[in-house]
């Protein structure tokens, strides 16, 4: 994560993702599962992103989601 989002999840990305550390833990949640389920493309970096979340098993994304959130 800390390529794109930064160390503390702080960056934006390309300058056109928002900084995923604002985000609620709910809406990222959804997003990070319709991510891994390659049913979300926003600003066209889905399929990156659901290679990122390929090895994240969908029951650990709450887990993924409160460390992101305490970084």
Known sequence: CKFCHGLKAEKSYANRV??????DEDALIVI????KQ?????YGFG????M???N???????ELVKYIKNL
Do not use: C, F, H, V
């Open 18 to 23: 928002p900084n995923i550390n604002r985000l």
């Open 32 to 35: 990070l599962s319709a991510y």
């Open 38 to 42: 390659g049913q979300l493309d926003t």
């Open 47 to 50: 399929s990156i992103m659901k």
């Open 52 to 54: 990122q979340m390929k």
């Open 56 to 62: 994240i098993p969908q029951e650990k994304i709450p």
